[in-house]
């Protein structure tokens, strides 16, 4: 599919949709950026966002990138690629995190469990020496 055939199918829609894209990836961005600035979220779980967004710009600017990845992917509409591309990138996003949240809780248990044990140590050693 050549860049003609994206502009012929849909014009100023198609325009529309790219600039909304460029829009929302620029936004995105600027989101992450400010958060780590402000210690919100840690440089290490921003740089998830930050590649995703990147690549969301990079196909919503590059219509001729846009259409080699939609006729690889054998979708004739590439703004439907750009829209399928960017909701598998956020949910890859979202099981990294999930895999993420989930070892934390695990350790947040084996840490409530070792304090437990520290607190029974501590009042049986009072015990002793009071009794």
Same mark, same amino acid.
């Given at each position: 599919m050549s860049a003609a055939r994206l502009s012929q199918s849909g014009g100023r829609d198609v325009d529309r949709l790219m600039d909304i894209m460029t829009g929302l990836s620029l936004l995105l961005i600027v989101l992450v950026l400010a958060s780590v600035r402000r210690a919100h979220?840690? !440089?290490?779980?921003?740089?998830?966002? @930050?590649?995703? *967004?990147? *690549? %969301? %710009? !990079? @196909?919503s600017r590059a219509p001729v990138l846009l259409n080699y990845v939609a006729d690889r992917m054998g979708i004739t509409y590439p703004p439907v690629a750009l829209v399928l591309i960017a909701g598998f990138v956020f949910l890859i996003i979202f099981y990294r995190f999930s895999v993420i949240i989930s070892k934390l809780k695990d350790d947040n248990i084996a840490l409530a469990q070792r304090v437990a044990i520290l607190e029974y140590h501590v009042r049986s050693r009072k015990g002793s020496i009071a009794g």
């Open positions: 979220i840690r !440089v290490e779980y921003s740089v998830s966002w @930050l590649i995703g *967004a990147a *690549a %969301l %710009l !990079v @196909l």
